[in-house]
């Protein structure tokens, strides 16, 4: 017997009637829907099984269901981090892009950020929609960038960037709500336990449209088999990031994710 595919619905409100009847829309027209109610403090060990569950490459869509006022700040950066690690994972493993469909109550959508922005709004036939969803694959944007994120009991929130092309002459990388705390350089995927950093910097204040960044970096060059990390002190709002600036003032990418 063929397997089902595979579906992550959240609600973010507490509602065990609606968990069910989404769950009994959602599985009888064929899929395997496990269900979850969202932590509205989600540390880094709640993002750590978050992540799991998102980066498993079996999984075929992922159904978020709420209020208008339950998408607040801290929920999108949240999703917006699973978001990432999620497709950096797929990335990785040569899947398409997760399908993410957002189910809002009330006739009040969510504005989303830049991780989000690929969503579907459904409204009306979640079912039929999220089973439609699960048969239509999307590719994965090509980016001049790596990005991860790794949330891990008792290390904390990680983001990982580096190159995915031409080497990085140094990294940096910066957050608005919240600070990186430590940092280090090291193999791709694998937050490095010792390094040496060549010039680091921390506590440099940047200024971009969308406001003031706190930002980390190092000298040390990347190439496609490193990566520079750092740990945030809390969910950040958004993200700079890219090689470190010199005279040739390299592009900097910057991420909204709330």
């Known amino acids: 017997m063929a397997k089902l595919p595979s579906v992550l619905l959240t609600l973010l409100e507490r509602d065990e009637a609606l968990a069910r009847q989404l769950g009994n829309e959602i599985s009888r027209l064929g899929a395997d829907c496990q269900g979850h109610f969202w932590n509205d403090r989600p540390d880094a060990q709640v993002l750590s099984q978050l992540f ?22 801290e929920t999108l950066s949240a999703m917006s981090l699973a978001m990432l690690a999620a497709r950096h994972s797929r990335a990785q493993l040569g899947l398409s892009d997760l399908p993410l ?6 006739s009040e959508a ?5 991780p989000l922005e690929g969503a579907q709004i459904v409204v009306r036939g979640l079912g039929a929609k999220t089973v ?30 580096g190159p995915s092309g031409e080497p990085w002459e140094g990294a940096l990388l910066g957050t608005r709500g919240c600070s990186p705390d430590t940092h280090g350089v090291g ?13 680091p910097v921390s506590g440099m204040k940047l200024n971009a449209e969308s406001g003031e960044f706190t930002a980390w970096g190092t000298g040390n060059k990347l190439t496609v088999a490193e990566s520079y990390f750092a740990r ?6 958004a993200l700079i990031f890219g090689p470190f600036p010199g005279e040739d003032d390299p592009e ?6 709330c």
Request: with cysteine; aromatic share 6%.
């Open 252 to 257: 900097l990418y910057v991420l909204d994710l």
């Open 232 to 237: 945030l002190d809390g969910l950040p709002e």
């Open 110 to 114: 969510p504005s989303l950020p830049t």
């Open 187 to 199: 193999q791709a995927g694998i937050i490095p336990q010792r390094c040496t950093l060549r010039y």
């Open 132 to 161: 439609a969803a699960l048969h239509t694959a999307r590719a994965l944007p090509e980016l001049p960038y790596r990005l991860n994120v790794m949330a891990l009991h008792g290390l904390g929130l990680w983001v990982e960037v």
């Open 52 to 73: 799991k569950e998102l980066c498993k490459p079996d999984l075929g869509a992922w159904v978020v269901a709420g209020g208008a006022a339950s998408f607040t700040k």
């Open 101 to 106: 469909l957002i189910s809002p109550s009330g």
